[in-house]
């Protein structure tokens, strides 16, 4: 092992990291959930087109593989004049990835509010959307904490993917020096190593955040 | 808050609902007059509940016609939903029950707090959010209530951090905060442990002596006859018997009412 490539190939794969994939899996995360609450909220309506909409979407984006969606917006989109670079290119994939796991997770956990709750709000005098917004998704948030998180840290992993379409991230750093230094087991360890750290601390902060929210979930 | 005449708060003419094939309500009847007390008894599954959501727009009844009147007559009017007549829009039967809704408050028999609100929060969320009225005016009735139940300084605690009797205490502020006409009670002491029950129905009877118009539907037979003014026991959806809650009480007419009376005194 060749220590020296180690130390000097860190700085710029922590840089990949610091500038490609924790950016990255934080803009296509926030992204991702905004899409995820509207497609849950589809799905859940009384309205069929609404809620087919929403069920065709999660099929889709669950049923075929995150590389094939990502190849279809960078190289597939252009040939219907639709170019993008490789940054808004992996930003819209991976959210309109998360959009559909975490649509069931925020789907679950809206599910998840005891029935009284909903009541609850309407014998206060609220509509159903002011239910909603108010009374239950505050608490199917404090639901959907542990599986979103787990989301999350799949994403991190999965950002690596964005290397194929060019995106200069963390692994795609580890790809460039190994190809370089035909160092590729040191390398790709490397590499390894500093997702399997980033997961670790955002797991850390995961049980942390859960302890504190799980007292006011409704019995 | 006190009854200033006898007209009636509620007016429930032949309440009819069914769940597909099981037909729980039967053409039920009820007046309740301005400051009365009715207790709704009966066995399980009889359909108590079904008729408190009802009123309370939560469940949608298939006919009858349900009234409540005004708070000050001078200035507003007694509100009539006819469930029966179809030619209503969905939208427009939407409208009217949540009109309706907005004249009654209940209490329900698993408190339904909001879990993720603080005491004084829960109190408030209906007044300020859906009434629109100003904050500061809420909040200071809301410590009022919720020091008359003995809760004041709970103020700032979350449900979790109490008691079931406190919780309900609590929903039955909730409740009064919304300054309905019409209280309505399913079971508000069925969930909580015996020794909780008595400080919960202290509340509600002083509620009742105050002058608060409330149907209450119970299993405390001791409670129904110091509290009620009218006793109704009803079976497989339809009123058996009402009366004097002495009378339907201690000497039930009816041979049905006998025989539940008489189950729920041994039971105790
Ligand atoms: N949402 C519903 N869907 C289908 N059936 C229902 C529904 N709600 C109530 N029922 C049925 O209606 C009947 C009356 O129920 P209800 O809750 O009004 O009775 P209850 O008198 O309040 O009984 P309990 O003393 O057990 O609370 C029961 O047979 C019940 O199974
Ligand atoms: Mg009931």
Redesign the interface.
């Known amino acids: 092992m060749d220590f020296n490539l180690f130390w000097s190939s860190l700085g710029p794969m922590l840089l990949g990291a610091i500038k490609g994939t924790i950016p990255l899996s934080l803009a296509s995360f926030v992204l991702g959930l905004l899409i995820a609450l509207i497609i849950a909220v589809m799905r859940i309506s009384s309205n069929k087109l609404a809620s087919g909409v929403g069920r065709a979407y999660v099929s889709i984006i669950r049923g075929t593989p995150l590389l094939v969606q990502l190849f279809v917006i960078f190289y597939g989109l252009p040939a219907i004049g639709v170019k993008l670079d490789p940054w808004p290119s992996a930003i819209i994939a991976f959210s309109l990835n998360v959009g559909g796991y975490a649509a069931e997770i925020i789907r679950a956990a809206i599910l998840s509010v005891?029935r009284?709750?909903w009541?609850?709000g309407?014998?206060?005098?609220?509509?159903r959307n002011?239910t909603l917004l108010?009374?239950i998704l505050?608490?199917a948030a404090?639901v959907s904490v542990p599986p979103l998180s787990n989301t999350f840290i799949s994403l991190v992993k999965d950002t690596s993917l964005a290397s194929l379409i060019l995106v200069t991230e963390l692994f795609r750093v580890a790809q460039q020096v190994a190809a370089f230094s035909r160092e590729f087991m040191l390398l790709y360890l490397e590499a390894a190593l500093i997702y399997w750290v980033i997961c670790l601390v955002l797991s850390t902060a995961q049980t942390r955040v859960e302890k504190r929210l799980d007292?006011?979930?409704?019995? | 808050m006190l009854p200033t005449d006898t007209e009636a708060v509620l007016q429930v003419r032949g309440l009819t609902k069914a769940f597909g094939s099981n037909t729980v309500l039967r053409g039920i009847d009820l007046v309740v007059p301005r400051g009365k007390v009715v207790a709704l008894i009966g066995p399980s599954g009889s359909g108590k509940t079904t008729i408190l959501r009802s009123l309370n727009g939560l469940e949608m009844p298939d006919a009858g016609k349900v009234t409540v009147g005004a708070r000050d007559a001078s200035t507003e009017q007694a509100l009539t939903v006819d469930f029966g007549d179809a030619a209503a829009s969905k939208k427009a039967r939407a409208a009217e029950v949540a009109a309706l809704r907005d004249r009654s408050a209940m209490v329900f028999q698993h408190y339904n707090l909001f879990p993720h609100k603080t005491v004084l929060q829960n109190v408030i969320e209906g007044p300020v959010q859906v009434q629109k009225r100003p904050r500061s005016e809420v909040v200071a009735e809301a410590e009022k209530l919720l020091a008359r139940v003995g809760l004041a300084d709970k103020r700032d605690a979350y449900p979790f951090e109490l008691s079931g009797g406190q919780q309900q205490r609590v929903g039955i502020v909730r409740a009064l905060a919304l300054k309905p006409q019409l209280l309505l009670f399913d079971e508000p002491t069925s969930a909580l442990d015996p020794e909780l029950v008595d400080d919960v129905l202290a509340v509600i009877k002083e509620l009742a002596d105050e002058g608060w118009t409330m149907v209450i539907v119970t299993h405390e037979l001791a409670f129904a006859r110091q509290t009620a003014d009218e006793v109704v026991f009803m079976d497989g959806g339809v009123v058996v018997e009402r009366g004097p809650a002495s009378q339907v009480l201690r000497n039930p007419k009816e041979e049905r009412t006998q025989a539940f009376v008489r189950r729920l005194l041994h039971e105790i």
């Open positions: 005891p009284g709750q009541e609850a309407h014998m206060i005098g609220m509509s002011q108010r009374i505050p608490q404090r007292r006011y979930v409704a019995h």
